[in-house]
């Protein structure tokens, strides 16, 4: 019974309270009017005296953490985000938080998590003396055969011989060290990058899915980009909680509901689908890479 009303509160839309009888004058424009805000210049009835708490909400609009809809946003991606974002596409925009802006507001403060105020990465020491003493002694007391050390000298030399770094391979580490260095300096553009990547080949097989037949290129962008949200929290959690296993696993079982309910496919179809979609963005990676190191090596 519990498993049945709570579906039905998920099929359900976000439901917006009715339009107060009480008439307001507004304080901007003096224009007289019925509801929550002004029809001529769209300000607020519940503006009244300026006050700390009055403060406080302005200065946290500014991170866009006092608007209502950022929390709902956030509890319907966490409850419910293929329905959620079914909504907002069918033009419910106002009750949610803007997709692009909560994408990058959750990658800035994954980033804090990460490397900042729960960072727990412990520091390498570069003073000799932290070196351990079982190192050290067996290092003076390694033998000093003169017969032994040219034998390690000359297997030492044959295998560099043997074992030449191949210029393709050169060409590659520097090719990869490249979109590394991106990705460290601009962490939101990459990862925004790669959820275009990856919405190319979704969207072959999700346009005409069972909830919306005649899907557009870019509203699977957007629900990407919310579901790319709800992944961003549950690994914001794991790493507060220490738990990033677990919630990783959560990741992938919520991202798959969320496919299920925006879609509408069965999971069998769905997860197939999915497969599919990953595997021909593996093989464009790979012919995209092989170019770029063709074109690297003809031009050098």
């Known amino acids: ?46 503006i009244g005296r300026f006050s700390f708490k009055v403060a406080s909400r302005l200065f946290i609009d500014v991170w866009g953490l006092g608007n209502r809809g950022m929390f709902r946003t ?23 938080f803007p997709p692009f802006k909560l994408y990058f507001l959750l990658t800035t403060f994954s980033l804090l998590v990460t490397h900042g ?19 050290t002694s067996a290092a003076v007391e390694a033998p000093a055969d003169t017969l032994n050390i040219e034998k390690v000298e000359k ?7 043997d074992k030449e770094i191949n210029k393709e391979e050169i060409r590659f580490q520097k090719f990869a060290q490249r979109i590394g260095a991106f990705e460290d300096n601009y962490p939101s553009v990459f990862s925004f990058l790669v959820l275009l990547l990856v919405s190319v080949p979704l969207f072959l097989f999700f346009r005409h899915c069972p909830a919306i037949p005649d899907l557009r290129f870019s509203e699977l962008v957007v629900a990407l980009t919310y579901m790319s949200c709800m992944c961003g929290i549950y690994s914001i959690i794991g790493d507060v909680l220490h738990l990033s296993g ?5 990741e992938i079982i919520a991202t798959i509901v969320a496919l299920r309910q925006f879609s509408g496919f069965k999971y069998p179809k769905l997860i197939v689908k999915t497969l599919l979609s ?23």
């Not at 030492?156 to 011989?161: G, I, L």
């Not at 990953?278 to 050098?300: D, E, H, P, Q, S």
Request: proline share 5%; glycine share 4%.
């Open 1 to 46: 019974m519990r498993r049945r009303a709570f579906h039905l509160w998920q099929l359900r839309p976000h439901q917006v309270a009715p339009l107060a009888a009480v008439a307001h004058v507004c304080a901007c424009c003096d224009t007289q009017y019925e509801g929550n805000f002004c029809p001529r210049c769209g300000q607020s009835a519940q």
């Open 74 to 96: 956030i509890r319907d991606l966490l409850l419910r985000p293929g329905y959620m974002i079914r909504d907002y596409l069918r033009g419910m925009q106002s009750a949610y």
């Open 117 to 135: 105020l729960w960072s727990t990465d412990e520091k390498v020491s570069d003073n000799p003396a932290d070196t351990p003493v079982e190192q």
């Open 155 to 161: 297997v030492e030399e044959e295998a560099k011989t």
């Open 246 to 250: 677990v919630f990783g696993i959560l």
């Open 278 to 300: 990953f595997g021909i963005l593996f093989i464009a990676l790979v012919l995209m890479v092989i170019a770029v190191l063709t074109t690297i090596r003809f031009t050098n």
